[in-house]
């Protein structure tokens, strides 16, 4: 079974901890050995996390445990490195910036099934109205990973995973919670496993009055509501002969109401709202050939999406299909991988308000896994894409780890990565079809000490630098008809240090948290990110089985001299009979009064009472 990756230990609190964790040591060691957590992105073939270079973050189903209705984007944001701008309630606006890059530059795959916004001005995934129900299992790759995933892959990748069977025979899953803005979401899940063959289908529905996008505290008043119903499925089969074929896929419709900038006005319509319609769809077939391994994929993601504001819908649609081929051999008896492929990805968009036209991009690769002895294990990965229109870009990475000791272990990467202008940006109504790539370079170091199984701390620096940037542009005149993206004089860097841990302090207790620390130096209209994040939470596991989660956030020296905020939030679950409990989660116990985007609202203190149950 894997081991969740949690976010954890601030500053003070890691370096007042340190002289106090040999002391477990022992008592830690005599807990049962757990298996090494498997990272699913960090290379172009699952490896196990002590043998990454990169950093990765992983969360799994227990970590999101009691969290159904809350948006998985408020869990991600506890993770080391990362903001979210939300822009009012569940439904509205979601962007997650990672390491103070653009929310554009990290490519979100769900199933493995590339989710961007292919219409977008920008595109980006709208975390926005994805709720923990729909997610079994996060993982975050930080840093340039172009060489990896190409166009966009610059501040990382975010991988979300829909259910999985975890064990033989078929098993239910069920889900119910309620609460304040009168949310109300249901959930069912079945997956089947026998042998050879692997199926899960879940279903979801969540509606919510919500609240006022514009701050309430503005004079704001109208309810901004959400409603959406999500399906996936998952199907594989082994043959005999080793062959393995599958399919998965969701398909998720969705309403949700949002604010303009003017806000809720007296008299005023009051009918902003987005419908969007989506579907992914993904084939793959696994095989062997003599020393070869091969894989072959098809995806193929679609999205309408239409905004109405004033009776008036502005209608973005957009499509991505991709077709992959992914060898793999071993090399020699040293424990090493070569990995080599190619793909080819056709974007396509449409709409009364979207860049209408498409684009292809071609690409292949190769990557170098090796252990170097018996402490070290490095990663060398090759790119070469070539663009419809801008032509040819390679990208590359190295990545390496050396255990100094067993439990003492050093991490770097250095990469670069590239994003290709969108078709909004090329053929939008404020577009320029001479645009440009973007070009970034990234560099990350880190060291991670461990003690005993479940205690642990990690601290990394990165660096980050983006050049030829796509941006806005008013051509210096007082004009607006002639405003549109262009290439941005300047470049946009940033660099910081992210720290986090975890102490199991006792049987069933342990603190977490974790720390980031960005200097913002921009020369352009690039993200905006606050200096200091903390995250610092308590579990624990109490004797008639009650098991509480208090977590602490606190945002310090913004931009824009928005105000400071500490929030706190507890998640209460209870075992009501065998494979049932019953959990409560208090979001913002002490009612602070803040934003994450300016002029935007946060939610009120807020109580959701829920009931899960497998069997």
Do not use: C
């Not at 080391?80 to 910036?97: E, F």
């Not at 989710?115 to 299992?137: C, F, K, N, T």
């Not at 919510?208 to 959400?226: C, I, L, R």
């Not at 601290?459 to 050049?467: D, P």
Request: charged share 25%; aromatic share 10%.
């Amino acid at each position: 079974m894997r081991r969740s990756i949690r976010a954890v230990l601030t500053t003070s609190a890691a370096l007042s901890l340190i002289p106090a964790l040999p002391l477990s040591a022992q008592e830690i060691t005599d807990q049962p050995v757990l298996l090494q957590t498997i990272t699913l992105s960090a290379n172009r073939e699952e490896t196990e996390r002590d043998r990454s270079g990169s950093s990765v973050s992983v969360l799994d189903a227990e970590d999101l445990d009691g969290r159904a209705a809350e948006p998985i984007s408020s869990s991600i944001s506890r993770l080391p490195g990362v903001w979210l701008n939300q822009s009012g309630p569940l439904g509205t606006t979601g962007a997650l910036r990672v390491r103070g890059a653009p929310t554009h530059y990290l490519p979100v795959q769900i199933d493995g099934i590339d989710v961007s916004d292919v219409a977008a001005g920008q595109p980006a995934y709208d975390i926005g109205g994805l709720i923990g129900a729909d997610i079994s299992r996060v993982e975050l790759l930080r840093g340039a990973q172009s060489a990896l995933y190409g166009s966009r892959a610059i501040s990382g990748v975010l991988s979300l995973q829909s259910l999985r069977p975890t064990e033989d025979g078929i098993r239910h899953h069920f889900t119910l919670e309620s609460g304040s803005y009168n949310t109300l979401l249901g959930s069912y899940g079945i997956t089947f496993r026998q042998g050879d063959t692997d199926l899960a289908f879940s279903a979801t529905r969540v509606r919510t009055d919500g609240f006022s996008a514009k701050d309430e505290n503005d004079g704001n008043f109208e309810e901004d509501g959400y409603k959406a119903t999500r399906l996936s499925f998952y199907a594989s089969h082994s043959l005999q002969n080793g062959v393995t074929f599958g399919v998965n896929g969701f398909r998720e419709n969705s309403t949700g109401h949002f604010d303009d900038w003017m806000g809720d006005a007296a008299g005023s319509p009051g009918d902003d709202y987005t419908d969007r319609k989506s579907f992914g769809l993904r084939g793959f077939v696994q095989f062997q050939t003599g020393a070869v391994d091969h894989e072959l994929s098809a995806t193929r993601y679609h999205q309408n999406r239409t905004s109405w504001s004033d009776g008036w819908g502005s209608e973005f649609v957009g499509s991505r299909t991709t077709l992959a081929y992914q060898g793999a051999t071993d090399l020699g008896a040293t424990g090493g991988r070569f990995v080599f492929g190619a793909d080819t990805e056709k974007e396509s968009a449409s709409g009364n308000s979207a860049g209408n036209g498409d684009t292809r991009m071609n690409g292949v690769f190769a990557e170098v896994t090796s252990p170097l002895g018996e402490r070290a294990d490095l990663a060398v990965s090759l790119r070469r894409d070539d663009h419809s229109r801008f032509g040819h870009f390679t990208s590359g990475r190295l990545a390496g780890v050396y255990r100094l000791q067993d439990d003492l272990l050093l991490r770097g990467s250095i990469g670069n990565g590239f994003r290709a202008p969108s078709l909004y940006e090329l053929y939008g109504p404020y577009g320029d079809p001479t645009l440009e790539r973007e070009e970034s370079e990234s560099v990350e170091i880190g060291i991670e000490k461990r003690w005993g199984e479940d205690s642990y701390l990690r601290a990394t620096a990165f660096w980050l630098k983006a050049e030829n940037l796509i941006g806005w542009d008013d051509r210096d005149t007082p004009e607006w008809a002639d405003d549109g993206y262009n290439q941005v004089d300047g470049t946009a860097r940033r660099k910081g240090v992210e720290l986090d841990g975890r102490y199991a302090f006792a049987p069933g207790y342990a603190l977490t948290g974790a720390y980031t620390y960005t200097d913002n130096d921009v020369a352009s209209e690039w993200a905006k990110v606050p200096v200091h994040l903390l995250n610092l939470g308590i579990e624990a596991e109490f004797s008639f089985g009650t098991k509480a989660h208090l977590n602490l956030r606190h945002v310090a020296k913004r931009p824009d001299d928005m105000k400071d905020f500490t929030t706190v939030d507890l998640l209460l679950t209870h075992p009501v009979r065998e494979n049932a409990e019953a959990y409560l989660r208090l979001e913002n116990i002490f009612d602070e009064q803040y934003q994450l985007v300016d002029s935007y609202g946060t939610s009120d203190r807020a109580v959701y009472v829920g009931v899960r149950a497998s069997f």
